[in-house]
């Protein structure tokens, strides 16, 4: 009786260990995974606050928490089974399927870097006013969600290696949980910093917390301008790369071959080796997604119906932005009533 206690101790302590490698190996896989989307991640973080710029503070944190709804269900309900179905039966499809997201990513970076030369950046979605103007953020954002998300499920796809379909399920729904996790509650903390700032602005007793809310709301439009220019070149940059790879996985020689070759030379120099074939992959995956990308939107605006969506979105957004100007409260108010103590407080940016 005692052997077989024993023994039976013996089995599931072997089952215990397995279970705990096999986490372990799931942790690590889903690490690895997720690294390999981290420039799209970068992009999704830096297009999310868009959709709540221009809203009433109160709001912000609901339209996200919607958002982030939204994005789970794109992830876990929409991508990942489309993913392993295709990882069974059409496993030569998923390059060309990255390769369409990786030419959208491309063509969006373009399409911002048209904006800033053109000094003509669309106006903020959230920008639009109405009853049913929430639902139609939310819808956007969860639009542009389903692509970058795609995006994230197909790379880290690409670099699970292991066999077993649950294995891959699961460090897929690791990933989707994560990734979703990071990228909006760091959306959640940088579109309120700046309420958090005002609050400090407003502390009557603490000379030092009014000085840092200050700043703090002052540098916010700062920091979100940077996190922009981040998200432009993770989308040029992620874009050029799906491309670079996936025409060479479809068995094209160049230009895969050259950026190869030129890493090649700098690998072996000492220290440094690696990260110069890093830079030299990375400039080259960012040079030829702008030029695939900026020769897409310069196809797009040549078409009909750019021109005329792009000029009836202006007018329409211009309407919704003169009516939020008259009916959004601005933060002058919050901002000027720590000035009656007789400690002013320097004015505030516009929300």
């Known amino acids: 009786m005692a052997g077989g206690l024993a023994a039976l101790l013996d089995d599931v302590a072997a089952i215990a260990r397995l279970a705990a490698a096999s986490t372990d190996d799931i942790a690590a896989a889903s690490v690895k995974a997720s690294s390999k989307a981290m420039g799209v991640v970068i992009d999704d973080a830096?297009?999310?606050?868009?959709?709540?710029?221009?809203l009433q503070p109160k709001r912000e944190l609901p339209i996200i928490w919607r958002i982030t709804k939204g994005s789970f269900r794109n992830k876990l309900i929409f991508i990942l089974p489309v993913l392993l179905l295709l990882s069974i039966f059409a496993p030569w499809a998923l390059t060309p399927i990255l390769m369409l997201g990786g030419l959208y990513l491309s063509f969006e970076g373009a399409e911002k870097i048209w904006e800033l030369v053109s000094g003509k950046p669309k106006k903020a979605p959230a920008a639009a006013k109405g009853a049913d103007a929430e639902d139609k953020i939310v819808s956007s954002a969860v639009r542009t969600d389903l692509i970058l998300s795609a995006e994230i499920m197909v790379i880290s796809m690409n670099s699970i290696e292991a066999d077993s379909l649950w294995a891959r399920a699961a460090v897929l729904v690791?990933?989707?949980i994560g990734?979703?996790?990071?990228?909006?509650?760091?959306?959640?903390?940088?579109?309120?910093m700046d309420d958090v700032g005002l609050a400090m602005a407003a502390d009557k007793d603490s000379e030092f917390k009014q000085k840092f809310g200050t700043g703090l709301v002052h540098a916010m439009p700062k920091v979100?301008?940077?996190?922009?220019?981040?998200?432009?070149?993770?989308?040029?940059w992620v874009g050029g790369h799906i491309l670079l790879v996936g025409t060479h996985d479809l068995g094209l020689d160049q230009p895969y071959?050259?950026?190869h070759h030129l890493e090649g030379?700098?690998?072996?120099?000492?220290?440094?080796?690696?990260?110069?074939?890093?830079?030299?992959?990375?400039f080259f995956s960012f040079v030829l997604g702008l030029i695939v990308g900026g020769i897409v939107a310069v196809i797009m605006?040549?078409?009909?119906?750019g021109h005329r969506g792009d000029d009836e979105h202006g007018d329409d957004e211009g309407k919704h932005a003169a009516a939020s100007a008259d009916d959004t409260p601005g933060t002058d108010a919050a901002v000027g009533s720590s000035t009656d103590s007789g400690n002013p407080t320097p004015p505030m940016p516009q929300r």
């Open 46 to 54: 830096a297009v999310t606050p868009q959709y709540v710029k221009g």
């Open 301 to 305: 605006h040549f078409l009909p119906f």
């Open 179 to 192: 990734i979703t996790v990071l990228v909006y509650g760091a959306v959640s903390i940088l579109v309120k």
């Open 265 to 282: 030379l700098v690998a072996g120099v000492a220290g440094v080796g690696g990260v110069l074939a890093w830079l030299i992959n990375t």
């Open 174 to 176: 690791v990933v989707a």
């Open 224 to 236: 979100m301008t940077v996190i922009s220019y981040v998200g432009m070149v993770a989308m040029l």
């Open 257 to 259: 071959g050259f950026v």
